[in-house]
T-cell receptor
């Protein structure tokens, strides 16, 4: 049973550019959450998608946007990249949402470097 | 809204015990525990829901003190494979799907 798949694994972008990261959730999961993890820090909540809608959002600017498709896969888009956006971006899937008692399955992440 | 974890780091010898704490200033609905090894994704260990239950996973168990809005992770007779960074994640009663992680506790188990 495939877990959470993220692509690409590594990415180098120039400041000001735009980037799209992709995530396929674990089979049977319908909720996708995105997190940003800086080196040595805990994952920071960006947003959560359920039924193709953004259900929850953390304290991230509008430059961060996302989408969920009918097959539950999801994208994270970041516009006008800043050096501070360099981080590991983690996609986590769950059934209906982590707060209801179901744990997350995380992907291996996309390492984004902004130069 | 981010839960507070303590300690930040722990160094153990194989066979020793450790406790990692996670506390919140807001009413919790659920607490998750994850372990992340260097260069890998976090792996789900267990979940505790509002109600003060205790759970176990191998020699790792956790408790949830609803009155104190705290959870503790207990690692007994630690093994080398327990090394990694432990994160607690919390969902709140007012919004249980807005899920935040603590800053992590780095555990290093030495032979």
């Amino acid at each position: 049973d495939a877990g959470v798949t993220q692509s690409p694994t590594h990415l180098i972008k120039t400041r000001g550019q735009q980037v799209t990261l992709r995530c396929s959730p674990k089979s049977g999961h319908d909720t996708v959450s995105w997190y940003q993890q800086a080196l040595g820090q805990g994952p920071q909540f960006i947003f959560q998608y359920y039924e193709e809608e953004e259900r929850q959002r953390g304290n991230f600017p509008d430059r961060f946007s996302g989408h969920q498709y009918p097959n539950y896969s999801s994208e994270l888009n970041v516009n006008a990249l800043l050096l501070g956006d360099s981080a590991l971006y983690l996609c986590a899937s769950s059934f209906q949402g982590p707060g209801l008692g179901y744990g997350y399955t995380f992907g291996s992440g996309t390492r984004l470097t902004v130069v | 809204q981010q839960p507070v974890q303590s300690p930040q780091a722990v160094i153990l010898r194989e066979g020793e015990d450790a406790v990692i704490n996670c506390s919140s200033s807001k009413a919790l609905y659920s607490v998750h525990w994850y372990r992340q090894k260097h260069g890998e994704a976090p792996v789900f260990l267990m979940i505790l829901l509002k109600g003060g239950e205790q759970k176990g996973h191998e020699k790792i168990s956790a408790s949830f003190n609803e009155k104190k809005q705290q959870s503790s992770l207990y690692l007994t007779a630690s093994q080398l494979s327990y090394s990694g960074t432990y994160f607690c994640g919390t969902g709140y009663i007012y919004n249980f799907n807005k899920f935040y992680f603590g800053s992590g506790t780095k555990l290093n188990v030495k032979p």
